[in-house]
């Protein structure tokens, strides 16, 4: 609580002296929205309490993460600050053909989403994690559901993972069973831990889940450029997705047109803003291990990591 | 008692429900029955009234349920708009008033009175009572004197604060009468009042309200499907059948001389001693020797019932309330009225 | 006085009734059998039939937005709500706006509503408001409480306004009411996402968006109760009225709405419930507070912390629930004469000191201002303790259950359901039409169905009305035995009661997870989702109905010698069948709400698509979906209604 306090007294401070200097900045507030998982609430709050350093106003408004991006085209928010790849590039990339919205950079931060188990699904199946050990024990994956066949649990359908031709293109024995929501993935891998059983899902990193439950990703046939769109690439000839997902997707900064006129010195911060895996991984953990509000899990870790947002601020004088 | 310009004055008034009843009404030729205008899906339930009321009198309109007796006082307050006829209050045709002119004419000289009494129930006894003075925009403190008095008048003190839920049904419909009489109309409407009462409340309320016309002396429409009621309070009875008056006349003439099979049904059960007066069977003295102490006009057989069956003389001399010989009373008409074997 | 024409149906007409029923039912299922012959139209909707509803929907949308420019209309409006939320935001936890004087201490809001419980219902209803607030406080749940109040606070005096203007709208011109009725219709049976997609287009999104979506999504209670009030108002008062020379102005505000204030209070009752329920569903679209929580906390698979705020909002919806019903019945009572003014007004001296001394004593002791989230209490840790035992300690029974479920019931029916041709469905459903209501009811029928064919979706229509009928169909099974058991003797029903209030308010949500660890994502956890949501109603209107049996045919039927199996058999289900479909009909409806949030388990019906349609604003789309399940219910809606109106009429009810 008391290191809130100075935090937010030393953030006044700046405040003050910070509005002289960004005359340029205009008072009204920038939105930044937040979603529903804790590392890009922790992270919109650090990059919001950067902003309020320099004199900006800021208002965190919390909305679905598809919908952002047209929220975002029509400036209703300002910035988002994390566009993961895999999740987001379709309704990033739509609402960027319309117009108002583009492109703020990357974070340092790669991402990866695939195919993973949890640490005790390899007692069963020790081939693991390459992938041909996938077939061998497909019977232990199998439900009522999908029969003799192993199920693997995919994401929600709208974002568009393109399992189905990877099983039939890796002529996988697997059914791919979508789950509506990460909380029904989440709920699932719990069930999963109570009773041991092996189970085979989607997931990504950088995440809480891995601080939770240990695992790991299957390792299929490396992703190679064009894999998604000429079938001659990739382990079978004749069709696409036939390979794993890049090991390293981007996760970037999207910002609204009007924001770079309308708040220069802010604009110039958000370009300077990067966070690496590790560091999301904190963020994330301060607010799902140690149940610390995100406002508090964000101040805190300004504290602790100064010199990592210092000089993002530093380099934008008004 | 009758006065020369009647207060209200209906000229073959005609109320038809019914899908374009106007024009449906607009083809009608001569005087149709009620069951041919039915079968055309229409229902008359007013149908050719022709009725004068003069000032002060207290006419009782008499019917069962679906005779089309609370439709024709609404045609005479003009709640409901009549196909057909005139309605005259005050020499005025109320179907030609304007909205504004209507509302003027129900603020200043109409009053009314409803079977389950109508009352705001979220308002004070005073607030209900004081309404129509609000409507009429008198100020709070006019008002409130005003609602006071009618309240002291019905027997209400000491419950103006109350709300309507906390009352009986009695003291709910004193609330009515008075908020009918806070403007002190000329012409006051009646919808069967006292009908949703208990019998003992009810005639404690007849007593009541035949206190206040005394009192005041209003022009009265009553309307009743209680016989006993209209007897006990009218000056002149109207029995409406079908949408049509079957007979108006004073209720001792009603009684002795019936004008249709369907008045007669009720007169039938009813004791005629208690209602005929001896004035309705008085005759011309036309030279007969009378002797004795004459009996009055207004004192029913009834009460004369000692004095006719003691008393030996053929005829009685009948007098006025000022003395003055009116006419005989012949005994043996007396007798058959008290032992009811004619008529 | 009205014509009373009374005449009942000719012999002949029921029975041609039931043959042509019967008929349309051979020809639907001569269609199945011969479905391998069927030419390919006949089988699913053609081409030609499908129309490009969504399309339309979507240019329909853009001309009024930027071409007629109605977009600026509706951000102006917005602009209008965001500054009443800003200033109710600042008053209830302080967000730096205009006036700059919040946020109010816990204690004060807590003790208020303790003195408004009290007068209105005396010291339960107290108890029950002031401790929602302190339970709220001490939980640590304080801002995300004051955040979602802060739009309720807006929200529900706009649609209380809006539905008593346009309540009166529509009793005064009989033209509106036909073109408001289906409107209405449709709009409560929509699914809230469905709306929600344009109120993004136009609004935008945040609190402000959160405000209007629950605003439209709680007028249409409003509208229809004040126009039922209005209508209700006896004649005599209005001829009172009248006959007091009250002009037309007058006798609308000072006679038809007092009158009718019951009936109104009613619909201000159900404007809180419904924007209670909105809470969770509207911060899809960025109202914050409890729902934003919530959703953060499942996606964390936190389930203790989860079940805390359902308990939060559980209680809130219960104590505003009671108390706006306690203002509903409360009669106006007088004061005897003579009484000071300190004994009139005692309570609001009593508040007016108490708030005074807790707005000192907070500037003094801190906790009586703000109680942080670490000072604050939690469930979370035994809670979470219990749903891991249970899950394990029935997994054995889940687990076979799920097999069971899926080999034997839910796959074969959903193969049938798909199985289908379309044109046989249609002519089921206007067999059942024509039996219930004859020709005029057949086609209503087909045509509800009708659009469904031709909004190109029939798959995954057929998936969500086999969820449906799967889901209504397990909860008469559990929840009819268990209306009966609980209508025996009134403590019964009234535990059994409330404790349907308390499953109907719980945000639905938090089931899910439960559900899904128990029986993974596949749908024996999506018609358990449904299924306990979708018992609700089958529950009370059991209840209801059973209990509503008048008590002379009960007696007669034991003075006749009957057992209390013959009575309940012979003599209290017939006559309380009518509400029992009621309850049917309700768990049709709720099952259709529920159904579209269980895409969040992971389905192939109508509502996931739905989600999609959410998470990329495509209004068409999310709008054709949404009237094609709307349908879904009008069509079971029209059925029942129908067929209790005939019913009641027989049964002379």
Redesign the interface.
Known sequence: MSTTKTLLSGVAVLAITGQMAAAADSSDPIVIPVHNWSSQIVMSHIFGNMLESVGDNVEYVSTDSQAVYEAIRLGDATVELEVWEGAFAASFDAAREKGGIHDAGDHDAVTREDWWYPAWTKESCPGLPDWKALNECSAIFATPETGEQGRFLGGPVDWLKHDQERVDGMDLDFVVVNAGSASALWAEVAAAERTKTPIVLFNWTPNFAEAVWPGEFVEFPAWEERCDTDPSVGLNPDVTYDCGNPADGYLKKAAWDGMKDKWPQAYCILQNVSFTNPQIAEMAKLVDIDEMEPEDAAAAWMEENEESWKPAVEACPA | MSAPEPVISCKSVWKL??PNADHYFSTLKGAPSFQSIREA?Y?A?VRDVTLDIPRGEMLVIMGLSGSGKS?LV?CL?R?IDITGGEVHVDGQDIGALKEKEL??L???K???V???????????VLDNIA??L???GQDRHTRRARAMEVIELVGLS?RE???P??LSGGQQQRV?IA??LA?EPDIW?LDEPFSALDPLIRREMQDEFLRLQRLLGKTIVFITHDFDEALRLADRIAIMKDGAVEQCDRPDRIVMNPATKYVAKFTHEIDKARVVRASALMQPVNGAALTGDAVGSQQTIHDLARLIINDPREAFPVAGDDGALLGMLPRQEAIDVLLGGHA | MSIAITDTPPVGGGLTRIRMAQILLIVALGLIVAKTVLPAGLIRPPEWLVWPFADWINAAFRFMRDDLGLIHVTRAIADGIEWLLDVTANLLYGKSRWPNIGPIPWTVIASSAAIIGYALNGWRLALLSGGTFCWIAIMGQWTWSMETLSVIVVAAPFSILMGLLMGIAAWRSALFEKLLNPVLNIAQSMPHFAYMIPVVVFIGVGPKAGAVVTIIFSVPPMIRMTLLGLKKVSDEVIESGKMSGATQLQLLWSVRIPTARTDILVGVNQVIMQCLAMVVLASFIGMPGLGQKLLQLLQALKVGRSVEIGITIVLLAVMLDRCSKAWAMRQPQHHDKGTPWFVRHRLALIWAVLTLVLLGLAQVVPLFDQISRRQALSLAGPLDAVVDWFIVVVDPVTTWLRWFLIVWVLIPLRDAFLFAPFSAVLMLIAAAGWAIGGLRSAAICVAFFGFIAMSGWWDRAMITVYTVTVSVAIATVIGFPLGIWASRNQARAQRMLLVCDTFQTFPSFIYLIPVVMLFGVNDVAVVGAVVLFAAVPLIRYTIEGLRGVPHEMVEAAEMSGATYGQTMWKVRLPLALPTIMVGVNQSVMFSLFMVIIAAFIGTQDLGQEMQRALSSSDVGKGLVLGTAVAFMGLLVDHLVQTWGARRRALLGL
Do not use: K, V
């Open positions: 429900f019914g899906g229902i339930a439709t609404r307050s709640l509302i003027e129900r603020r200043n109409m009053g009314m409803f079977q389950s009494f109508g009352l705001l129930p979220h308002r004070t309404f129509p609000e409507m009429r000491g604060d109350y709300f839920r906390e009515g908020r009918s403007i409407f």
